[in-house]
C-alpha cells in the first residue's frame, strides 16, 4: 500500500569502514609496540621504527609487523577497489522506495500494461502538487524487483486500483483527524464529547463559526513496514486467543507510518500516523485503522475522541438525544 515514486535521483553513497581482525598468533618479540614500557623506551641496537642504514649481512632477528616506510604504506594502483553505493543511498527518503520504476517491460513480459499514472488527492508536504500513484507497468516492475516473481500480471491493473482506493481512503482518516485536533485539544473534545455519530455535524458547525479557509494537512513523507506489528494490532491478537468469539479478526497484512505537516497557528508540525491495513470478510472488503501514533499529544487526542465516543454512549446522552426529538 501506498507507494508513489518521485522522479528526482540522488547522488549519495556511502562508505563502509574497514575492519580488521585478529587472529591467536602472538607478536614477535622485536616489536616496540608489544613490550613493557621501560623495554619500549630503550630502542634496540636496530630500531626497525628509525630510518637508519643497516648492512647488507646484518639480519634482525625479529621485525615488527609495522611497516614504517612511505613505499610499504602505499596500497598498489590495483588493489582500490571501487566503493559501490549503499541500498539505503538508492532509496528515496521520502517514501523509502527507489527514486524511479521503469515503464519498460519487464524481461519475458507478455502482456502489455498502461503505463499512465494517476494523480492522488494527497498534498505533498513540499507544496508543489500532488501525489502520483504508480502505473500499472510501474507496478509490476517493482513486484517483480522485490522478487514476487509469480504474480499474475491480469491482475496488476485490478491490484492498482485497490491500491489507490485504500490509500485515498486513508487520507480522509487522516484530514478527520487534523480537522478535529490540529487547532488543540480543547477544540477536539468540544467535537469529540458528543460520539462518532453526531462529530461530522458538530465540526461543520464550528467551522462555520470560525469562518476563514482552514489550512490543508499534506503528506511529506511515508514509510511501509509490512513485518512490524503495532502495539494496538499484536493486543489484538493477543485478545483473540484469549476472546476468540469477541475478536476473529487476522493480523493486518501491511502496515504504514505516514508523517502529515500540521498546520498549528502558522507554524508547521509533522505528526506521525500509524495505519494498519485489515482484509475484510469479503474479498473486496478491506479496514483501516488510522490514527496517530502512540506519542504524548498523540495519545492524548486518542483517548479524546475514543473515550468522547464511549462517554456519550455510557452516559446516556444518545438516549436522551433521541427523546428530544
Known sequence: ??????????????TAPAVSKHGDASPPPGCPMHKKSVEAMTPPAVCPASGASTPATATPPSSCPVSHTKADNIPAAGDHKKEEPSMLSKLNPLNYMFYSISQERAPDQTFALPTEREPSSIPKGTGDGNWEYPSPQQMYNALIRKGHTDTDITAVEAMVAVHNFLNEGAWEEIVDWERRFSKGL????????????????????????????Q???????????????????????????I???????????????????????????????????????????????????????????????????VWYRASGAEVRGQKDN
Do not use: C
Open 215 to 241: 489550512p490543508d494537512p499534506k503528506l511529506v513523507r511515508f514509510q511501509g513496514r509490512p513485518g512490524e506489528m503495532t502495539p494496538r494490532a499484536a493486543m489484538l491478537q493477543v485478545m483473540k486467543k
Open 243 to 309: 476472546y476468540p468469539s469477541y475478536f476473529d479478526n487476522e493480523p493486518p497484512f501491511d502496515r504504514h507510518d505516514w508523517y502529515v505537516a500540521r498546520n498549528v497557528n502558522g507554524q508547521v508540525k509533522e505528526v506521525r500516523y500509524v495505519i494498519d491495513y485489515y482484509s475484510g470478510q469479503g474479498d473486496a472488503e478491506f479496514i483501516l485503522d488510522v490514527r496517530p501514533a502512540m506519542t504524548p499529544t498523540g495519545a492524548a487526542e486518542r483517548l479524546l475522541r475514543w473515550g468522547g465516543d
Open 186 to 213: 480543547k477544540r477536539g473534545w468540544e467535537i469529540s464529547k458528543h460520539g462518532e455519530k453526531n462529530a461530522p455535524m458538530i465540526l461543520r458547525r464550528l467551522e462555520a463559526q470560525e469562518g476563514g479557509e
Open 1 to 14: 500500500m501506498g507507494w508513489f515514486w518521485a522522479d528526482t535521483t540522488s547522488s549519495a553513497s556511502a
